[in-house]
């Protein structure tokens, strides 16, 4: 079975704070993706990589940005975390086929 | 930019019913996926259709790839409490560089 990782299920932090999302994958996946899920804005794409170094910015990067530097890992990095980057926040990768299996998500609140 | 409509939007059947939810585009894919979703949990790929016209199962699950390419479809049989969740369609251009478009989702609460 695909199985991907997050590194916390839920996470607190203060305004400003360099927060770190980690993700892993085990099915040998090129596409690695980060989505962040809202009530009533369904799921948004922050960042995806079709490789590792590779990053492509999604429809909403602002305020994030990402790493990949294996090809399992994809970490999400919020430079300065704020109140409005409270969020459940999903990682998915990929077959070729562009199947996406999702993570368990990281539930963040930043107070 | 694409977008995707999911009706219902939400609803409420006996336990015991059959479901039937569907997923439309203004635009043609040629990947057509279902995800279901619990409570504080990622979604879960249940069934994924490649070719217009396809007839898929998975238990008591079965989708459709529409004829048209702008819809897809899916049924649950007989449902039972553990179906409660959302249920998300997604549709691609069917390569790994396309984008994958997810739908809004339909809500699904089963009163036992």
């Known amino acids: 079975d695909v199985k991907v990782t997050q590194s916390s299920r839920y996470l607190v932090k203060r305004t400003g704070e360099k927060v770190f999302l980690e993700c892993v994958q085990d099915?040998?996946?090129?596409?690695m993706f980060w989505y962040r899920q809202d009530p009533g804005l369904g799921l948004r794409l922050i960042y995806f990589?079709?490789?590792?170094?590779?990053?492509e910015k999604g429809d909403i990067p602002e305020g994030y940005s990402v790493s990949r530097e294996k090809k399992e890992r994809f970490s999400l990095i919020l430079e300065s975390a704020s109140t409005n980057q409270t969020s459940m926040y999903l990682c998915?990768?990929?077959?070729?086929?562009?199947?996406?299996?999702f993570g368990p998500g990281t539930r963040l609140t930043v107070l | 930019g694409q977008q995707l409509n999911q009706s219902p939007q939400s609803m409420f059947i006996q336990e015991g019913e059959d479901v039937s939810m569907n997923c439309t585009s203004s635009?043609?894919?040629?990947?057509w996926l279902w995800y279901k979703q619990d409570p504080g949990e990622g979604p879960v790929l249940l069934i994924a259709?490649?070719?217009?016209?396809e007839l898929t199962s998975n238990g008591r699950l079965t989708a459709q790839f529409g004829i048209t390419r702008k819809d897809s479809f899916l049924n649950i049989s007989a449902s039972i409490p553990s179906d409660v969740g959302i249920y998300f369609c997604?549709?691609?251009?069917?390569?790994?560089?396309?984008?994958?478009?997810f739908g809004p989702g339909t809500s699904l609460s089963v009163i036992p």
């Open positions: 998915a990768s990929s077959s070729r086929r562009n199947e996406q299996f």
């Open positions: 099915m040998d996946h090129e596409n």
């Open positions: 990589s079709y490789d590792v170094k590779m990053k």
């Open positions: 635009s043609i894919f040629n990947t």
């Open positions: 259709l490649y070719k217009a016209g």
């Open positions: 997604a549709g691609s251009g069917g390569t790994s560089y396309d984008k994958v478009i």
